[in-house]
């Protein structure tokens, strides 16, 4: 089992639309759960951070269930400039290294 | 700005000749990571250094070294490159505590050819 993982899409949207993504990890002591984005050969650049109480951003929308191993990524209104392959990043308490999931790929469609 | 930067941004070399790949960091951030990426792959870790302490991936190849002579200073040379080698390199920083995640620079296409 991969230590993160998530669904690879593509997830193909219209325009408005509401889509939600979500990205598992296996070990229970991961203390760090990012979101990153990143477009097409470009760097990855942090989305937002995912905190335990769940977060909002504008439109975006981060929680995270430590019961069940999940955090989840949700993006109202969806906009064509939201078309992008979404990281889910994961860091471990005591370690400097994080994960990364192989990314979800999102298309807005007009 | 505070930055991760990374030059160049592409880097074209022949197959079996050295190629450094370079990273400055203005963010006084004192863990430095390489990342290998290719198409449609997630990034992967190839080493990281907690200041000057070295950490290779068990997976990493032995074509893969890596140097940091200071702390806003990090390169990675790939000392015989082959054609599996041509992906995008990123280079990422982050602070200790790690809670705030990576700062990325934009990384090095690299190119065998």
């Known amino acids: 089992r991969k230590e993160v993982e998530q669904d690879p899409g593509p997830f193909n949207v219209p325009e408005g639309a509401t889509v939600a993504f979500n990205c598992t990890y296996s070990?229970?002591?991961?203390?760090?759960f990012f979101w990153y984005r990143q477009d097409c050969r470009k760097e990855p650049k942090l989305l937002m951070s995912?905190?335990?109480s769940g977060n909002e951003d504008g439109r975006f929308t981060a929680q995270l269930n430590r019961a069940s191993q999940y955090i989840s990524l949700l993006i109202r209104d969806s906009k064509l400039s939201d078309s992008a392959t979404y990281l889910c990043?994961?860091?471990?308490?005591?370690?400097?290294?994080?994960?990364f999931g192989t990314g979800t790929r999102l298309k807005v469609l007009a | 700005d505070a930055m991760v930067i990374q030059n160049p941004r592409y880097q074209v070399t022949q197959f079996g000749k050295p190629v450094t790949l370079s990273c400055s960091q203005t963010?006084?951030?004192?863990?430095m990571y390489w990342y290998q990426q290719k198409s449609s792959q997630a990034p992967k870790l190839l080493f990281h250094?907690?200041?000057?302490?070295?950490?290779n991936e068990a997976d990493t190849p032995d074509n893969f070294q890596s140097r940091r002579p200071n702390t806003s200073f990090c390169f990675l040379d790939i000392r015989s490159p082959g054609l599996g080698d041509a992906a995008m390199y990123l280079c990422?920083?982050?602070?200790?505590?790690?809670?705030?995640?990576?700062?990325f620079g934009s990384g090095t296409r690299l190119t065998v050819v």
């Open positions: 250094y907690y200041d000057k302490d070295f950490n």
């Open positions: 995912v905190y335990s």
């Open positions: 070990n229970s002591a991961s203390q760090s």
């Open positions: 990043v994961v860091g471990t308490s005591g370690t400097y290294k994080y994960i």
């Open positions: 963010l006084n951030h004192n863990v």
């Open positions: 990422a920083t982050s602070r200790q505590g790690g809670d705030r995640g990576y700062t």
